[in-house]
T-cell receptor, first 116, second 115 residues
Framework: DQQVKQNSPSLSVQEGRISILNCDYT??????FLWYKKYPAEGPTFLIS?????DKNEDGRFTVFLNKSAKHLSLHIVPSQPGDSAVYFC???????????????FGKGTHLIIQP | DAGVTQSPTHLIKTRGQQVTLRCSPI?????VSWYQQVLGQGPQFIFQ???????GRGNFPDRFSARQFPNYSSELNVNALLLGDSALYLC??????????????FGPGTRLLVL
């Protein structure tokens, strides 16, 4: 059973607009969440993270929102740029584990396409 | 600063063979984790090593093994290869081995094809 779900396999957004990528999780023990970006033939690149004690974290054009009661997080990219076209993975780690003993649990990814 | 490095970049093996993949973490990082990513899926956790000891293991058979060396580099070994082992194998490094909330940084991966 998938504990981290990204229900949109792909998303197309016009350049300059906001991209919103969504992620849902089922394990209430998750306490640290990360977003990674992946280009073909490369490893995932860390974008932004958020601890469960926060509901928002911002870094430049990237903002992650966490709704613990809904077990939902989202990544906002504003404004979207052509170089943002990639696969985005949501990942989570369990309380106290910090991604150690149980590793990071990933969703299947969302392919973001930025159209000119 | 060098990021996480992995070798080789690509590898072709036949069923039943054995393979060894290598990873060097970011300088100063003491923890290495291994993940398997098959096409269309997210990375799946295989192992984590910290200070040369296994800290965690995912749901993979005993054909998969790993070790970490005194310089914190790591090797992943897979014995008796199956067609289903064809995947991108990713190595990630982190500072403290997951005892705190911390970020894992990934290498470019080794793409393994089993024929």
């Amino acid at each position: 059973d998938q504990q981290v779900k990204q229900n949109s396999p792909s998303l197309s957004v016009q350049e300059g607009r906001i991209s919103i990528l969504n992620c849902d999780y089922t394990n209430s023990m998750f306490d640290y969440f990360l977003w990674y970006k992946k280009y073909p033939a490369e490893g995932p690149t860390f974008l932004i993270s958020i601890s469960s004690i926060k509901d928002k974290n911002e870094d430049g054009r990237f903002t992650v929102f966490l709704n613990k009661s809904a077990k939902h997080l989202s990544l906002h990219i504003v404004p979207s740029q052509p170089g943002d076209s990639a696969v985005y993975f949501c990942a989570a780690s369990e309380e106290g584990s910090g991604g150690g003993a149980d590793g990071l649990t990933f969703g299947k990814g969302t392919h973001l396409i930025i159209q000119p | 600063d060098a990021g996480v490095t992995q070798s080789p970049t690509h590898l072709i093996k036949t069923r039943g063979q054995q393979v060894t993949l290598r990873c060097s973490p970011i300088s100063g990082h003491k923890s290495v984790s291994w993940y398997q990513q098959v096409l269309g899926q997210g990375p799946q956790f295989i192992f984590q090593y910290y200070e040369k000891e296994e800290r965690g293991r995912g749901n993979f058979p005993d054909r998969f093994s790993a070790r970490q060396f005194p310089n914190y580099s790591s090797e992943l070994n897979v014995n008796a290869l199956l067609l289903g082992d064809s995947a991108l194998y990713l190595c990630a490094s982190s500072l403290a081995g997951g005892t705190i909330q911390e970020t894992q940084y990934f290498g470019p991966g080794t793409r393994l094809l089993v024929l």
